[in-house]
């Protein structure tokens, strides 16, 4: 009977990558499509507001999608979300690393893709939330919502028409939930 071990987040590293979008969770590899232009619309004008706001305010470093980040050792789960933030006490964790951020984000957003099923976004917001991470955006172009975890039991939608704010992480930075959405 063959056995094979679990891929660490090392071996993910030192993976030649032939355009394939991964992930690494519980030691096995994920291949991921790649996105549709609704959802990279969606991502840039997220990341946008966000990185706008970081940098005049000074806030922390923030990462474009696909950046990989390790939520949790033995087995290895490293994660990609389409955008993510460090608060500046933080910053310092993630340089002796060259390949992925060791340890979760202060704030994540995942903008789901047609693709995306219901168990495994679920379990994308437990690996984020129990790895540490204190703000997750799930942003939903189809219904055009942003549903907002500061845990798992403290959960708020936010709809078309109302504003939604960066809490104590991102503070000062407000907008409405269109702007997500938008064209522009």
């Known amino acids: 009977m063959s056995t094979t071990s679990p891929m660490t987040a ?3 590293a030192e993976m030649s990558s032939s355009g394939q979008r991964t992930e690494l969770v519980a030691g096995e590899l994920r291949m991921m499509s790649p996105s549709g232009w609704r959802h990279g619309r969606v991502v840039a004008n997220v990341s946008s507001l966000l990185m706008s706001h970081i940098r005049e ?3 922390g470093v923030s990462f474009g999608a ?25 910053e ?6 060259e390949a992925y951020w060791p340890c979760a984000p202060d704030f994540a957003v995942e903008v ?3 693709s995306d099923r219901t ?12 790895a540490g991470t204190r703000l997750l955006w799930i942003v939903d172009p189809r219904l055009r919502t942003v549903t907002v975890y500061r845990s798992l039991t403290d959960i708020t939608t936010r709809v ?7 809490g104590e992480l991102l503070p000062g930075f407000s907008c409405r939930i269109d702007e997500f959405f938008s064209a522009g």
């Open 10 to 12: 090392q071996q993910l």
């Open 57 to 59: 305010c000074n806030l």
């Open 66 to 90: 696909e950046t990989g980040f390790v939520l949790t050792r033995d087995p290895d789960t490293v994660r990609a979300p389409d955008f993510a933030f460090v608060v500046k006490e933080n």
């Open 92 to 97: 310092g964790q993630g340089e002796d690393s």
């Open 112 to 114: 789901l893709s047609p």
């Open 119 to 130: 168990g495994e976004v679920d379990e994308k917001i437990e690996a984020w939330l129990h």
């Open 160 to 166: 078309i028409g109302e504003t939604i704010d960066g």
